[in-house]
């Protein structure tokens, strides 16, 4: 990767913002790995850039065009409101299962990383979760002293 720490990238004449390439590649630019700690990236082109393993402690990205960016990594899960205490992945490896101090069992698809599901069933905190080899079922256990399937 490339150590752009402290670096500014700004307008380009001509070319826009930071731009690099052109616009009909599928990649404005390869910078996996990168450092762009503390480095000033307001308003900068950075559409269809592959930003794989790059850190951007500290770093400005005011205004800087996004679009498309690829990161090389899955997403993150969003959508729990307290901690999580339990994940299981599906045999097939499409959905992750997790359980939650919010009293919640959610289903994601890893795909999207999308809540396909949410269960509110229990009445306290969900403290494990499983799967049936066939991923037809979870089951999860709670505080509440229940089992649910």
């Given at each position: 990767?490339?150590?752009?720490?402290?670096?500014t990238?700004?307008?380009?004449?001509?070319?826009?913002?930071?731009?690099?390439?052109?616009?009909?590649?599928?990649?404005?630019?390869?910078?996996s790995?990168?450092?762009?700690?503390?480095?000033?990236?307001?308003?900068?082109?950075?559409?269809?850039?592959?930003?794989?393993?790059?850190?951007?402690d500290?770093?400005?990205?005011?205004?800087?065009?996004?679009?498309?960016?690829?990161?090389?990594?899955?997403?993150?899960?969003?959508?729990?409101?307290?901690?999580?205490?339990?994940?299981?992945?599906?045999?097939?490896?499409?959905?992750?299962?997790?359980?939650?101090?919010?009293?919640?069992?959610?289903?994601?698809?890893?795909?999207?990383?999308?809540?396909?599901?949410?269960?509110?069933?229990?009445?306290?905190?969900?403290?494990?979760?499983?799967?049936?080899?066939?991923?037809?079922?979870?089951?999860?256990?709670?505080?509440?002293?229940?089992?649910?399937?």
């Amino acid at each position: 990767g490339c150590d752009l720490s402290n670096a500014t990238l700004g307008p380009v004449a001509g070319a826009g913002a930071g731009a690099i390439g052109t616009a009909d590649q599928r990649h404005f630019m390869d910078v996996s790995g990168g450092v762009f700690d503390k480095a000033d990236l307001s308003n900068a082109l950075l559409a269809h850039a592959r930003l794989d393993a790059c850190t951007f402690d500290g770093a400005s990205l005011r205004g800087a065009n996004m679009e498309k960016v690829e990161f090389g990594q899955l997403p993150m899960l969003l959508g729990h409101t307290e901690g999580v205490t339990s994940v299981c992945v599906t045999a097939d490896g499409k959905h992750v299962v997790s359980g939650s101090q919010d009293w919640t069992v959610r289903v994601w698809s890893l795909d999207s990383g999308e809540c396909v599901r949410t269960h509110s069933d229990h009445t306290h905190l969900v403290t494990g979760v499983c799967v049936t080899s066939d991923s037809k079922y979870a089951i999860s256990a709670s505080r509440d002293l229940t089992l649910r399937v």
